[in-house]
């Protein structure tokens, strides 16, 4: 149980071009997720709270407009990283806290972000 | 705000040395510490959730503490499949930077 996928898990794209990144969770339902952005060998940067049927919640430097956050259903939410750049080539991860009221997130197996 | 700091940043043991893994912490109300393991270009697999002190898990060879200050990650005769970087975390939000684990053979 508790399984949470991604996808693409990997992507290459052109600068100045969009990539959307799926998250979803299988096998519960999620009232929140989380997108991280990871960086080699440093640990997870949370970027965005993700609610059901509201608009997400961004940290603190995060470009609203840059990375685009949607949660549509409870086992889906997008994140589409608008414009991209080299500098935002990244390994993003999302996660997923089951509604049953426990606090564990759920990982999914992250997606690896190459802009050329 | 919360802070979490994980000791050592990276530790080398021998196949069937035993030793621990130290997350300390600050948090305004604790409301559980996590820990995951991370392997290589994956995501993070969940292994413990603790919520009180004196709270012990197990699950194989690891066996996860709490006290009001920190935690601990014991690993029990490790094999080389436990190398990965074990991170904890609290609030949910907060992730210390991991201890990279390499159990040589």
């Known amino acids: 149980g508790a399984v949470v996928s991604q996808h693409p898990s990997w992507v290459i794209c052109k600068s100045g071009t969009s990539v959307k990144i799926e998250c979803r969770s299988l096998?519960?339902?999620?009232?929140?997720m989380f997108w991280y952005r990871q960086f080699p060998k440093q640990s997870l940067m949370l970027m965005a709270t993700?609610?059901?049927?509201?608009?997400?919640?961004?940290e603190q430097g995060v470009e609203k407009d840059k990375f685009l956050i949607n949660h549509a259903s409870l086992t889906l939410s997008t994140l589409t990283v608008t414009s991209a750049h080299p500098e935002d080539s990244s390994f993003y991860i999302c996660s997923a806290r089951d509604q049953g009221g426990y606090e564990t997130q759920y990982f999914g197996p992250g997606t690896r972000l190459l802009v050329l | 705000e919360d802070q979490v700091t994980q000791s050592p940043e990276a530790l080398r043991l021998q196949e069937g040395e035993s030793s621990s893994l130290n997350c300390s912490y600050t948090?305004?109300?604790?409301?559980?510490l996590f820990w995951y393991r991370q392997d290589p270009g994956k995501g993070p697999e969940f292994l413990f959730t603790?919520?009180?002190a004196g709270e012990e898990k197990e699950k194989e060879r690891l066996k996860a503490t709490l006290t009001k200050k920190e935690s601990f990650l014991h690993i029990t005769a490790p094999k080389p499949e436990d190398s990965a970087t074990y991170l904890c975390?609290?609030?949910?939000?907060?992730f210390g930077s991991g201890t990279q684990l390499t159990v040589l053979p």
């Open positions: 603790l919520y009180s």
């Open positions: 096998d519960f339902q999620a009232t929140t």
């Open positions: 948090v305004s109300g604790l409301r559980g």
């Open positions: 975390a609290v609030g949910q939000l907060t």
């Open positions: 993700s609610n059901e049927g509201s608009k997400a919640t961004y």
